[in-house]
């Protein structure tokens, strides 16, 4: 079998490692001119945790983690409002990782046979009878069996195969910022916890990575359909600017647009996750937010599925079908759960 998968992000290389050991041919086209720098911080658990360890990758995961032995809550001028140990049950099955960390090992796993392809995209896909052909933004056509659209949260494969995204979007009433910054007083001055700062309409994360870098994470709620802001790093000055303790030190260190992710809290529904030999893997068909940490782990859950069953099924739509049986219900109740998150995730 052919594949093309569209987007080498956390989805992406999990399916095309998975394939490529099964021995199938792997085309992996990913819009980014190179692989990712630090990114945010997230954690991985649950079955996304179960995925990397099928994979044999978890200790090298853990090599990469960022552990920090204590969550503290500040209010908005940096009060201690309460400390809590992170070293129940839980916590010992939870890798804390920036997402860059993450897609590096996933990339130095990759068979060889990979054929990756950075700063690419698909332009469009003719399917026929017996499978699709699939122009690259280079010209190039590749004939394949399977296209899987594995490009995140603003998916192109699903905008070509299942139309505007506007139709599955479900924006939760939150705006998020995140970026990873260099400044060693601030850092220190952190010691080893996860430091969380509450103000009215949003809340601000700070974790503290090795002793001069520490990850940032802005949540703050928006008006209903508010767009984004054309300029994100003075729309984040202007809304936390009453905002004290270290969060002024914080937003000295924004990077521009390349470093800093902006977008909205959104959640993906879609009626059904294929369409003939197009199939959807990971934020493109089931996001989930950031609220219910479990994004990455079930696009790595997800990854594994589909692989699963292209191996054991004998054709290409009762696997697909077999995938989104297997992982939708799990899918649905985790998207339940970071709705009912979101009506008290930070103060009003
Ligand atoms: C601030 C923040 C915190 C989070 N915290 C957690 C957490 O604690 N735990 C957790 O499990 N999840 C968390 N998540 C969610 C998690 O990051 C996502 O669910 C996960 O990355 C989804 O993986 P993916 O491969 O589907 O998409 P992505 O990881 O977004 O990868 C998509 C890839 O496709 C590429 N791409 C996009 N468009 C195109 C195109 N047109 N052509 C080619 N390539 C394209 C992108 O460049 C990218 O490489 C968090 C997310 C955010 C924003």
Redesign the pocket.
């Known amino acids: 079998m052919r594949v093309l998968i569209?987007?080498?992000?956390?989805?992406?290389l999990a399916l095309a490692r998975w394939l490529a050991r099964d021995g199938q041919e792997v085309v992996l086209?990913?819009?980014?001119p190179a692989r990712?720098g630090a990114g945010?911080?997230?954690?991985?658990r649950g079955r996304?945790l179960d995925a990397v360890e099928h994979m044999g990758l978890l200790a090298e995961l853990r090599e990469h983690a960022v552990d920090l032995a204590e969550l503290v809550y500040h209010d908005q001028d940096g009060a201690e409002l309460g400390r809590f140990a992170d070293d129940g049950p839980e916590a010992e099955r939870t890798v804390s990782v920036l997402?860059g960390a993450l897609?590096r090992i996933l990339g130095d796993a990759l068979p060889s046979t990979v054929d990756l392809r950075y700063g690419?995209?698909?332009g469009a896909a003719l399917e026929d009878g017996d499978g699709l052909d699939v122009t690259v933004d280079d010209g190039i056509v590749e004939r394949v069996d399977l296209l899987v659209g594995?490009?995140?949260?603003?998916?192109?494969i699903r905008a070509l195969a299942f139309g505007p995204e506007e139709q599955f979007r479900r924006d939760l009433g939150f705006h998020?910022a995140?970026y990873v910054m260099r400044e060693a007083g601030t850092t220190r001055s952190l010691g080893h916890a996860l430091h969380m700062i509450e103000g009215s309409g949003l809340q601000v994360g700070a974790y503290p990575l090795d002793t001069d870098r520490l990850a940032t994470?802005f949540v703050h709620r928006v008006r209903p359909q508010e767009p984004l802001p054309q300029d994100p790093r003075a729309e984040l000055r202007r809304r936390y600017e009453a905002t004290g303790w270290i969060v002024p030190r914080l937003l000295e260190h924004c990077p521009g647009p390349g470093e800093l992710?902006f977008?909205r809290v959104s959640q993906i529904e879609m009626p059904t996750w294929s369409r003939g030999r197009t199939v959807l893997?990971?934020?493109?068909c089931q996001?989930?937010s950031?609220l219910t940490?479990?994004?990455?782990?079930?696009?790595l859950a997800g990854a594994e599925a589909l692989a699963q069953q292209l191996r054991s099924e004998g054709d290409i739509p009762a696997a697909l079908a077999r995938y989104e049986y297997e992982l939708r219900p799990v899918v649905e109740r985790m998207q339940a759960e970071g709705r009912a998150l979101a009506e008290d995730f930070v103060p009003v």
């Open positions: 569209c987007g080498a992000g956390v989805a992406g086209v990913e819009r980014a990712p945010y911080m997230l954690d991985c996304g997402r897609v690419r995209t698909v594995a490009d995140g949260l603003h998916s192109r998020t995140a994470l992710y977008d893997l990971g934020d493109a996001a989930m950031l940490g479990q994004g990455a782990g079930m696009a």
